[in-house]
């Protein structure tokens, strides 16, 4: 659809970024930056900020750095006058770049303490910085396993927990309960983190006889262009056990 939008309306710049993103979801990000570096197309919104933006990206991401360095120097120049502070593409001291580094560094170390604490799930980060979870989940579950760290226990391991949740039990009092698995024929929720654990390990199966209705938040299906992650897992889940799988949304049940 998005292609015929360029074709039919080539003298708008949304068509053409918005077809570039598509193209980069289906990882074909060659493409994108080959449709975006055409002569015409450049030459026709050279001046648009929205363009170069996405041109500047792709540059990047393709290894076309001469590309993406010039699409960088044009914004700079048509924000010229613009207060450094607010420009796009920002100028910084060496000053700045060790203040901006420190607080990344703060910044992953808070992250690393909530994924420890078992306070977020790991999947936050990834899916917050476009990381694709289905590497993550590899990278994470390698045979090297650092855990003398707290940044080696946030980053290679896939829930932490203490074996205890906090549940209301009989006089409506929140106290400590043990952990345990839901008894066969239950209904349940799966998230994308046990969905792709089951995947990898072979037990999508097993696991839908077990239980009764497994829902998954409809959400998850998006993941598979804005993640890569490979949702026929999800379909998988719905033809082993037809009716066993209601793909909703959480917000609705």
Same mark, same amino acid.
């Given at each position: 659809?998005?292609?015929?939008? #360029?074709?039919?309306?080539?003298?708008?710049?949304?068509?053409?970024?918005?077809?570039?993103?598509?193209?980069?979801?289906?990882?074909?990000?060659?493409?994108?930056?080959?449709?975006?570096? &055409?002569?015409?197309? $450049?030459? $026709?919104?050279?001046?648009?900020?929205?363009?170069?933006? %996405? @041109?500047?990206?792709?540059?990047?991401? #393709?290894?076309?750095?001469?590309?993406?360095?010039?699409?960088?120097?044009?914004?700079?120049?048509?924000?010229?006058?613009?207060?450094?502070?607010?420009?796009?593409?920002?100028?910084?001291?060496?000053?700045?770049?060790?203040?901006?580094?420190?607080?990344?560094?703060?910044?992953?170390?808070?992250?690393?303490?909530?994924?420890?604490?078992?306070?977020?799930?790991?999947?936050?980060?990834?899916?917050?910085?476009?990381?694709?979870?289905?590497? =993550?989940?590899? @990278?994470? #579950?390698?045979?090297? =396993?650092?855990?003398?760290?707290? /940044?080696? $226990?946030?980053?290679?391991?896939?829930?932490? /927990?203490?074996?205890?949740? %906090?549940?209301?039990?009989?006089?409506?009092?929140?106290?400590?309960?043990?952990?345990?698995? %839901?008894?066969?024929?239950?209904?349940? =929720?799966?998230?994308?983190?046990?969905?792709?654990?089951?995947?990898?390990?072979?037990?999508?199966?097993? &696991?839908?006889? @077990?239980?009764?209705?497994?829902?998954?938040?409809?959400? @998850?299906?998006?993941?598979?262009?804005?993640?890569?992650?490979?949702?026929?897992?999800?379909?998988?889940?719905? /033809?082993?056990?037809?009716?066993?799988?209601?793909?909703? /949304?959480?917000?609705?049940?």
């Amino acid at each position: 659809m998005l292609e015929d939008v #360029t074709k039919e309306h080539p003298n708008v710049v949304l068509g053409f970024t918005g077809f570039a993103e598509l193209l980069t979801a289906a990882n074909r990000a060659d493409e994108a930056f080959s449709l975006l570096n &055409t002569e015409a197309v $450049r030459t $026709r919104f050279w001046n648009e900020k929205q363009f170069l933006l %996405a @041109y500047m990206d792709l540059g990047y991401r #393709t290894d076309h750095e001469l590309e993406a360095h010039r699409a960088m120097l044009q914004i700079r120049k048509l924000e010229d006058g613009i207060e450094e502070p607010d420009r796009t593409v920002r100028a910084f001291q060496l000053d700045d770049l060790v203040d901006l580094m420190r607080g990344r560094r703060e910044y992953l170390d808070e992250m690393d303490s909530l994924v420890v604490g078992g306070r977020i799930p790991w999947t936050l980060l990834p899916l917050k910085e476009g990381n694709p979870l289905q590497q =993550v989940w590899s @990278y994470r #579950t390698q045979n090297f =396993v650092p855990w003398e760290t707290k /940044s080696g $226990r946030a980053h290679f391991s896939t829930y932490a /927990s203490n074996g205890y949740c %906090a549940a209301n039990e009989g006089d409506y009092r929140q106290q400590l309960v043990r952990l345990s698995a %839901a008894k066969e024929g239950s209904d349940i =929720v799966v998230d994308i983190s046990a969905l792709i654990t089951l995947h990898n390990v072979g037990l999508i199966d097993a &696991t839908t006889k @077990y239980f009764g209705k497994i829902f998954v938040p409809s959400l @998850y299906r998006n993941l598979e262009l804005e993640d890569g992650v490979d949702c026929s897992l999800i379909a998988a889940l719905e /033809s082993i056990n037809p009716g066993v799988c209601l793909s909703c /949304s959480l917000r609705d049940n």
